[in-house]
């Protein structure tokens, strides 16, 4: 199931390059133009990567733990629109880890998310849809405690693809508006 996995940011990437630019030919002539369909893909990406530094001296009143924290992100959205055909994938990734003084890092952030949606276009409001979701994590969960003698204890309570969902939908989707629409899903 992994190596299915690594499939999706891959299928994602060919998406986001099919709609650069290409080399066409009229009557003859080779001009380098973009073609047809490129006009029709949006494409977003964006990657962060952040970390935060807190330090506190035993004497400071205030209170407070000293803690370090990173996390990454990538989020990208491709989406393929014509006259009666639409096609949009979102693909979120994140994971962080903070540590705080006295304990192991614990992870802060983890997410796998990937969202696919087909959809024909019946009228200016509706249109068919088929939607395929997958949610999951990266890295192990734990919950942690004390043991008898004071010592951090790490139980392990969730896995990669424990827990995984794969959600796939057909149905209808109403949107009257741009920012804003509900999809009915008749078979899930």
């Given at each position: 199931m992994?190596k ?5 940011p891959?299928f ?15 009557d003859?002539i080779?001009?380098k133009t973009k ?5 029709k893909w949006k494409r ?21 733990v000293s803690s370090f ?17 639409t096609?949009f ?6 994971y962080g880890?903070t540590?705080n ?10 997410l796998?998310?990937f969202?696919?949606k087909?959809?024909y ?9 088929g ?10 969960g ?13 139980t392990?309570?969730?896995?990669f ?5 794969l959600t796939?939908?057909?149905g ?9 629409w509900?999809?009915?899903?008749v078979?899930a």
């Amino acid at each position: 199931m992994k190596k299915a996995l690594l499939f999706i940011p891959l299928f994602f990437l060919a998406g986001w390059l099919s709609a650069q630019k290409e080399t066409v030919s009229i009557d003859g002539i080779i001009a380098k133009t973009k073609a047809e369909d490129t006009i029709k893909w949006k494409r977003s990406l964006e990657i962060g990567l952040n970390s935060a530094l807190s330090n506190f001296s035993d004497n400071w009143t205030g209170g407070g733990v000293s803690s370090f924290t990173w996390g990454s992100l990538l989020n990208g959205k491709l989406e393929y629109k014509n006259q009666k055909f639409t096609w949009f994938n979102d693909l979120q990734l994140q994971y962080g880890k903070t540590q705080n003084k006295g304990q192991s890092a614990r992870k802060s952030q983890d997410l796998i998310f990937f969202d696919s949606k087909v959809g024909y276009n019946i009228n200016k409001k509706w249109d068919f849809f088929g939607a395929v979701n997958f949610i999951s994590q990266f890295d192990n969960g734990f919950t942690y405690g004390t043991d008898s003698l004071g010592n951090e204890t790490a139980t392990v309570i969730s896995k990669f693809m424990s827990p995984g969902y794969l959600t796939e939908a057909i149905g209808l989707r109403y949107q009257p508006v741009d920012y804003f629409w509900a999809r009915i899903g008749v078979i899930a």
